[in-house]
C-alpha cells in the first residue's frame, strides 16, 4: 500500500488492515501436517490481493509445544517444524517486496520451563537465572505462597521440581514459569530478543500477555470476589478474584516505556494483548504507557448482542485515542461467525461489524478465515488445547485453531500429510479458498472489497468521527464526505441522505435498497455512502433517519 497518501501526521499502522496467522494452521509447505513459515510466503500474493497491510504472526519459536508454541525455550530461534531463520528472512523480504509489513508474537509473561534461564534456575540455586523467575517459600502449611490461580487451571505455583520446596509462580501452565520483570537483567534480555527482530526487518510486535509481567512486590492474595465450586471452567475459576495483585500492575506501563526506546529507531509498534476489565486500565497502556495500540479483545469474544456491540465499540473508540486494534476473531475464542449465529447468519452478523471496525480509527485484523466466513472446526481427532485436555475435556480453543481450507482436496490441502497436527472435519467447496477468490458474490471477494476501502478511502478511519444517529442497535456515522450506517438491528430501517450520493460498499449482497433517495438498510448490515461532490460542510442536517419504518 502506498502509504504517502495517508493523512500527514498519522503513524503508519493507523488505517491499516492486519491478519492475524495462526502459523500451525496456514499452510504447511513440507508435508508434515503442521503449517510453516514457507506456507505463509507461498500465500503473500493471496493475502496482497485481499488487501492485507500487515501480518502478525503467532508463535515461531523452539517450543515443546505445550500451549502451542505460547512456551517459547529460544526466544531469538525458529522451531524446525516451522522452517529456518533464512526462511523467515525470505518471508520478510517477500513482504517488503509487496510492500506489507510483518508483526512477530512476542511471549514476555513467561517462558517454556525448557527454557536454558530455567534450566539453569532449577539446577542451581545460586544460579543468577533463579531471580529470572518468581521463586517463593511454600506458606506455613506447606501449599503454595498465596491464593493465585493459572489462567489453565489449578494454582499459579508449582513446586520446584528440584526439591528445594519452594514454588515458582506461572499464570499458565506449569510449564510456563512467569519470569520475574523486576530483575532489570530480564529487560536486558529482552533488549536483545527485540533489538534481534528488529534488525531481522519486523515492523511490530505483538505482545503477548501484556497485562501480566509484573508482579505485587509482597505476592499477596488476589481478592476474591465470588465463590469457586468444583467442576467449575478454569477460566470461571479466573474471574472469581480481583486480579490486583498478579495482573495490571501499573508498573507493567514502565516497562513499555523501555521497550519503546528499544523499537523506537526501527519504527516498530508495540501492540499489546490486553485482558482489560477496566476501560481506564487500556487508556494507560495507549495513552502514553509506552504501547501504541492494544487489543480490544472483548469484541472477538461477545456474542450476537448488537447492543453491547455497539456500546463496546463506541467506548474503545473513545477511550483508545486511536490506539485500537480491533478483530471480531482470533485464535483464543470460537470464531465470530459461530458465536454469532453460525452459517449465512453469523458471516453476515460477522461481516457487518468487521465494515464498521474498518471505520474506526486503528488497525483492524482479520483472523485468517474470517475472509472465508469460516465457522468453528468440528474436531475429529483428540484435542489438542491444554485448555481441554488439562481440564477433563472442558471447552477449549482447538475450535478456532483448524487449518485453513484451500481447496477441497484431501485435509482441504492445507498439508500433503495424510492428516493436519489437529483433525477437523473437512470443509465442503464453497468454503474453500479456491471455491471463493474470484468468485462473484462470494465471502473471499466481499473483504476484499471490504478491506479495499480503507486504501480507497482513507477519510473512512481518519477524518473526524461524527455521531449523527445512535440508538440502541445502530449507529450512522459521518467521516467527512462519508457516512457510515450500521444496523444491526433485526429490523430494517430508512435513511434518506441529502444530495447525491454513491453507495461505495454493503456488508452483504441486498443490504441496501430503496428508491430515489430513500435508502433502506436491510438488518444486520453495514454500509458506506459517499456524497459525490464533498463540500465538507453542514454535515448534520444533511441526512434523516426513519426509526419508524421499523
Ligand atoms: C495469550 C495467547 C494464548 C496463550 C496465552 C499464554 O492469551 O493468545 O494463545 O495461550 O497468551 O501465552
Not at 495517508?6 to 503442521?34: C, H, K, N, Q, V
Not at 517450543?63 to 525470505?90: E, H, M, N, R, W
Not at 433485526?490 to 433517495?517: C, L, T, Y
Amino acid at each position: 500500500m502506498d502509504r504517502s497518501a495517508l493523512p500527514a501526521g498519522r503513524a503508519w499502522w493507523r488505517g491499516a488492515t492486519g491478519y492475524e496467522i495462526y502459523i500451525r494452521s496456514f499452510l504447511d509447505s513440507d508435508g508434515d501436517g503442521m503449517g510453516d513459515l514457507a506456507g505463509i510466503t507461498a500465500k503473500l500474493d493471496v493475502l496482497d490481493r485481499l488487501g492485507v497491510d500487515v501480518l502478525w504472526i503467532t508463535p515461531f519459536y523452539p517450543s515443546p509445544g505445550k500451549d502451542q508454541g505460547y512456551d517459547v525455550a529460544d526466544y531469538i530461534g525458529i522451531d524446525p517444524a516451522f522452517g529456518t531463520l533464512d526462511d523467515f528472512d525470505q518471508l520478510v523480504q517477500a513482504a517488503t517486496d509487496r510492500g506489507m509489513r510483518i508483526f512477530v508474537d512476542i511471549v514476555p509473561n513467561h517462558s517454556s520451563d525448557q527454557h536454558p534461564w530455567f534450566q539453569h534456575a532449577i539446577a542451581d540455586e545460586d544460579s543468577p537465572y533463579r531471580d529470572y523467575y518468581l521463586f517463593r517459600p511454600a506458606a506455613a502449611n506447606g501449599g503454595p505462597p498465596n491464593n493465585w490461580v493459572s489462567h489453565f487451571g489449578g494454582p499459579a505455583w508449582t513446586l520446584d521440581p528440584a526439591g528445594s520446596g519452594e514454588y515458582y509462580c506461572h499464570l499458565f501452565l506449569s510449564e510456563q514459569p512467569d519470569l520475574n520483570w523486576a530483575n532489570p537483567a530480564v529487560m536486558e534480555e529482552f533488549r536483545e530478543i527485540l533489538t534481534f527482530w528488529c534488525e531481522r526487518g519486523v515492523d511490530g510486535f505483538r505482545i503477548d500477555v501484556a497485562h501480566g509481567l509484573t508482579k505485587d512486590p509482597e505476592f499477596r492474595n488476589n481478592p476474591q470476589v465470588r465463590e469457586v465450586t468444583p467442576g467449575m471452567h478454569p477460566k470461571d475459576v479466573f474471574a472469581s478474584f480481583d486480579h490486583v495483585h498478579d495482573l495490571h500492575r501499573p508498573e507493567t506501563t514502565k516497562i513499555f516505556e523501555t521497550w519503546r526506546t528499544v523499537v523506537e529507531p526501527y519504527d516498530a509498534v508495540l501492540l499489546g494483548e490486553m485482558d482489560v476489565r477496566n476501560i481506564e486500565r487500556f487508556t494507560e497502556y495507549v495513552g502514553g504507557g509506552g504501547l501504541d495500540a492494544g487489543f480490544v479483545l472483548k469484541l472477538a469474544s461477545s456474542r450476537w448482542e448488537p447492543a453491547t456491540i455497539l456500546s463496546d465499540l463506541l467506548t474503545y473508540e473513545r477511550a483508545a485515542l486511536g490506539g485500537a486494534a480491533w478483530a471480531v476473531s482470533n485464535h483464543d475464542q470460537p470464531r465470530a461467525v459461530s458465536r454469532y449465529g453460525d452459517g449465512q447468519v453469523g458471516a453476515r452478523r460477522a461481516a457487518a461489524v468487521t465494515t464498521l471496525m474498518l471505520a474506526l480509527d486503528g488497525i483492524t485484523f482479520l483472523y485468517q478465515g474470517d475472509e472465508l466466513g469460516l465457522p468453528d472446526a468440528v474436531l475429529t481427532g483428540v484435542a489438542m488445547d491444554p485448555v481441554s485436555t488439562r481440564n477433563g475435556g472442558a471447552a477449549g480453543r482447538d475450535c478456532a485453531r483448524g487449518p485453513v481450507p484451500w481447496d477441497s482436496t484431501a485435509v482441504n490441502g492445507f498439508t500433503t500429510a495424510p492428516v493436519a497436527w489437529l483433525e477437523t472435519a473437512p470443509l465442503p467447496e464453497s468454503l474453500t479458498a479456491q471455491g471463493q477468490i474470484g468468485e462473484a458474490g462470494s465471502t473471499w471477494e466481499r473483504y476484499r472489497a471490504m478491506l479495499d476501502l480503507r486504501r480507497r478511502l482513507p477519510d473512512l478511519w481518519s477524518e473526524p468521527f461524527e455521531i449523527f444517529d445512535r440508538q440502541a442497535t445502530s449507529l450512522v456515522i459521518f467521516r467527512g464526505p462519508l457516512t457510515v450506517i450500521a444496523n444491526l438491528d433485526d429490523k430494517a430501517f430508512e435513511f434518506v441522505p441529502e444530495g447525491e450520493f454513491h453507495i461505495e460498499f454493503e456488508s452483504h449482497a441486498g443490504a441496501v435498497g430503496g428508491d430515489g433517495g430513500h435508502l433502506r438498510i436491510e438488518p444486520e448490515a453495514t454500509i458506506v455512502l459517499s456524497r459525490r461532490e464533498p463540500d465538507g460542510h453542514a454535515l448534520a442536517g444533511l441526512a434523516e433517519v426513519a426509526h419508524g419504518h421499523r
